[in-house]
């Protein structure tokens, strides 16, 4: 083989800089990228759009109706189609269906928002407790979690609410709701700060002499909290779905409180006479939930990095 | 060994790489990874490519066997390789090509093979790909061939056992038989041993260039490090930024580089360094400036620096009798005790630095994590600056941490990713709540001074530095609180050597600035060199050997400090400069 030739390429003495510092016009984190990404989906603005008219009925329901949902209702319409001023016709009790729908919004969102709320705080306090303190108080933690997590939520729902059948209001079923909803939360939570806190930010943390309850606090349910936020948004809708089917399983709300559920649960006596009464509040559910599914489907799209490379 | 590949004198080359280019489609568009490389090699023939990462070395060695990602494209140029342009081959050509004709051997043994098949399996399942074998049984006995050829004892036995099993040397043994399996005319070797320790590193390439060697296989060598493909290749390319920036004898390009580039590689090479240090006595007094950073002038200059420091007096770190057992658990109820660090005793003097070398698992990290107080000692003491830190309260230790701060090996995980640049380094301070909101906010600016990073900086967020950026970060945050002590744990290994460097000759620069005392862990000799006063050598837990770094390097006591000094790569090589 012939010796090789000494090549040396053609240069500049500038040519060769040492890791100088390029950064981008703007600073870019996880959830400036995270909104990027998103404001580019238009599915998120439809879904976005969704949840605002909800939230907004929920709030103010006199801004879409000025029809009273339960007070002015008159027998002789019961079951009556759709006539002016009132677009979705009437219930067998001849109250306007639009202004009850309306008015429903805020306990389904109610029931929601609060059994979510709740479900999140315990799974978050026994997820990040057992992944991060491991030993004997992931073992107790873990196996308090396993024992929820057998008890389909629905059914123990169920239970509660019969034995309380006295108390029945919005809290005590998003109790009810959330109290058996947060065993996979906190499983999930539990994984990834199993993954998080072996990180050599955390041994760094601790070395500069942060206890170990602040190291939590303050970095590793920072870092862990992607799934949590991507599951919260999830749950929301399986929430409001839980509250209906209490209701219409009769277990739910009293009648007298305005609902979807207690309204799909009125109406299948008129099924075949007036289907519509049925329809209505069904469709509202359908898409509200649906709408948070997708807002959720699509956080967990913009945090995922591979997934918003793909998008 | 088939007759053809053992025709050595033929001018002609195996393969011919022209003009290539190679690119990548990203989020930000498509980017040129490979601007127009041409070499050859010849039958037989060892080449190395040299450069640091991002060069685009791996990339021209995977494009050459069409192993690039699914986003890389081939975009222009020629692999011609036994008459065929293999740029242009159809897959199934290429399949052909692949193993039989270029084998591969990928750079991180620990993921390279599967963890749910056997060894055996995964050997077999290469020779039957290659269609060395017509039968099971005839596969069976060629594997455990190849595993001999690689050097494992044992091979039969070897080949029912998991991947798990093997350290890490002997999977790469295990990959480099799977890579020669088909008696390839070359074999493409991508950083085989940046992974392992550098005594088994030794015993991995001697074994590999006799495999070569006996069976006339061209062998084309990825590396990072000049001093290993100098040793090793008779033909070394040095590349930047995607382009071939030198190339020619491993020998002439040491001892006679002309591009600043190589120059600048040469002289940040702590392994060439100290090859350097050790055939010369330099006097330098100016520290060395600016971006061009010759290691050997920065060390003369630190050590001169550092010989007038206090070395009477109580010193900055001593640790005495200091024993950590741990209890590995065994299966059931059982456990056993393991003994990590084993009465290790060692003094370090004010402002000076002392190194703890070892390899991995000599317990070197345990002893750094007990010093910083992230694990308790089962026994001994330690002394920071005359106080012991074994039996410490909770409020006594908090201010004992503001004494002594780590700099941790992972650049990528040592910087919460969530936090902006200036609350990281704000952080101990915060904890230790020194002064007020205003004056935190002046000290970091004062530390990101320090560590030549622009105060800018402070609201942007990790992961828009790089890796050596990253690291000053984490320098400028165990500076906040003026410690006293920096316990650095493979503070600079995973940087490149240009970035190394740097951040060496940084470290050098605060500690006259500052005084500072620094234990330095790390598994390179070569880097003790440069940096440090003192060493320790850690085997199993014990140390075998310490004492002033240039008596060691001229006269280690013990074989298996020599063992670790012989292996350093390129240490045997004359160096003219």
Redesign the interface.
């Known amino acids: 083989m012939p010796k090789p030739e000494h090549y040396v390429a053609p240069f500049d003495e500038d040519a060769v800089e040492v890791d100088k510092i390029k950064l981008d016009e703007k600073p870019s984190n996880l959830w400036r990228d995270a909104w990027r990404s998103l404001r580019r989906r238009p599915l998120f603005y439809i879904s976005l759009a969704a949840v605002a008219v909800i939230v907004l009925m929920a709030l103010f329901p006199t801004l879409f109706t000025d029809v009273a949902p339960n007070d002015d209702c008159h027998l002789e319409f019961s079951n009556a189609g759709a006539t002016e001023g009132h677009p979705m016709g009437f219930t067998k009790r001849g109250c306007d269906v639009y202004a009850r729908v309306v008015w429903g919004a805020r306990t389904s969102l109610a029931v929601g928002l609060l059994a979510t709320l709740i479900s999140g705080v315990v799974g978050i306090i026994m997820g990040s407790l057992a992944g991060f303190y491991g030993g004997w108080v992931d073992s107790v933690l873990s196996r308090i979690g396993d024992i929820f997590f057998s008890i389909p939520y629905i059914l123990a729902a169920v239970v509660v609410m019969t034995t309380l059948s006295e108390y029945r209001s919005v809290w005590t079923l998003a109790f009810a709701i959330g109290g058996f909803a947060w065993a996979s939360l906190a499983r999930i939570l539990r994984s990834e700060i199993l993954r998080v806190k072996s990180g050599d930010f955390v041994m760094a943390s601790t070395a500069t002499g942060r206890t170990k309850f602040s190291t939590l606090i303050s970095h590793v349910l920072p870092n862990s909290i992607t799934p949590v936020i991507v599951y919260l948004t999830l749950s929301l809708g399986g929430a409001i779905v839980a509250e209906a089917t209490l209701s219409f399983l009769g277990v739910g709300l009293g009648s007298e409180v305005m609902s979807w559920g207690n309204d799909i649960s009125a109406a299948q006596t008129s099924i075949r006479t007036a289907p519509m009464t049925l329809i209505w509040p069904s469709i509202f559910l359908t898409t509200t939930v649906l709408a948070f599914i997708t807002l959720g489907e699509l956080v967990r799209d913009a945090l995922d990095p591979k997934a918003r490379a793909r998008g | 060994m088939t007759q053809e590949t053992s025709v050595?004198?033929?001018?002609e080359p195996l393969v011919s790489i022209k003009d290539l280019e190679i690119g990548f489609q990203t989020?930000n568009g498509f980017v040129q990874a490979v601007k127009g490389v041409s070499f050859d090699i010849?039958?037989?023939?060892t080449v190395a490519i040299v450069g640091e990462s991002g060069s685009g070395k791996s990339t021209t060695a995977t494009g050459i066997i069409d192993l690039l990602p699914s986003n890389g494209r081939i975009t222009g140029g020629s692999v011609m390789f036994a008459g065929k342009d293999l740029t242009k081959a159809s897959k199934q050509e290429i399949v052909r090509v692949r193993g039989r004709e270029i084998g591969y051997v990928p750079q991180d043994p620990m993921s390279n093979l599967n963890p749910v098949w056997n060894v055996g399996f995964q050997v077999r399942e290469a020779v039957m790909a290659n269609n060395m074998a017509k039968n099971k049984k005839e596969a069976d006995k060629r594997a455990i061939e190849v595993l001999q050829e690689a050097g494992l004892a044992d091979a039969e036995r070897r080949m029912k056992q998991f991947p798990h099993q093997f350290s890490g040397g002997m999977r790469q043994r295990v990959l480099i038989g799977i890579g020669l399996a088909a008696d390839p005319k070359l074999l493409i070797a991508d950083e085989p041993t940046s992974a392992l320790d550098v005594t088994v590193q030794r015993v991995i390439l001697d074994h590999l260039e006799s495999l070569t060697r006996e069976k006339n296989t061209a062998l084309l060598l990825i590396t990072h490090d000049l001093g290993l493909a100098a040793e090793r290749a008779?033909?070394v390319i040095v590349m930047?930024q995607g382009?071939?920036?030198?190339?020619?004898?491993s020998l002439?390009?040491l001892q006679n580089p002309?591009?600043?580039?190589t120059k600048?590689l040469i002289a940040a090479a702590p392994s060439l360094a100290s090859q350097r240090l050790k055939s010369q006595k330099i006097v330098v007094t100016d520290a060395p400036q600016g971006?061009e950073i010759d290691l050997v002038a920065a060390s003369a200059h630190r050590h001169d620096v550092v010989e007038h420091a206090d070395h009477g007096g109580v010193p900055a770190i001593e640790v005495k009798d200091l024993t950590k057992v741990f209890s590995i658990r065994k299966g059931g109820f059982k456990s056993e005790p393991f003994t990590a660090v084993d009465q290790v005793s060692f003094q370090v003097p004010r402002g000076t630095t002392m190194a703890l070398v070892g390899e991995s698992g000599s317990g070197k990290s345990t002893v750094a994590k007990m010093v910083?107080?992230?694990e308790t000692a089962t026994e001994g003491e330690i002394l920071i600056a005359g106080k012991d830190a074994t039996a410490l309260d909770k409020r006594e230790?908090?201010a004992h941490?503001?004494r002594m701060?780590?700099v941790?090996?992972?650049p990528y995980?040592?910087?919460?990713?969530?936090?902006?640049i200036g609350s990281i380094i704000r952080?101990?301070l915060d904890?230790?709540k020194v002064g007020d909101k205003q004056s935190r906010e002046l000290r970091v600016n004062e530390v990101l001074d320090e560590v030549a990073?622009?105060r800018m900086?402070a609201?942007?967020?990790p992961?828009?530095?790089?890796g050596?950026?990253r690291q000053r970060v984490?320098i400028a945050?165990a500076l906040a609180?003026k410690p006293e002590v920096v316990i650095l744990d493979e503070a600079v290994s995973a940087l490149d050597v240009?970035?190394q460097a740097?951040i060496l000759q940084l470290l050098a620069d605060l500690q006259e600035e500052l005084g500072l005392t620094y234990l330095f862990i790390t598994h390179d000799l070569a880097v003790v060199r440069v940096v440090a006063d003192d060493v320790a050598v850690m085997e199993k837990g014990k140390i075998v050997e310490k004492g002033n770094v240039e008596e060691i390097f001229a006269n280690a006591q013990t074989e298996y400090t020599q063992k670790l000094l012989d292996a350093i790569p390129g240490a045997n090589i004359p160096l003219g400069a």
């Open positions: 050595t004198d033929t001018a989020g010849f039958p037989g023939e008779s033909k930047y382009k071939i920036v030198e190339a020619g004898p002439e390009i002309q591009h600043p580039y600048r971006d910083l107080g992230l230790m908090l941490r503001r701060q780590p941790f090996q992972d995980g040592s910087l919460d990713p969530m936090r902006s952080e101990p904890v230790h990073l622009p900086i609201s942007r967020y992961n828009e530095l790089s050596g950026q984490a945050r609180l240009l970035v740097q």
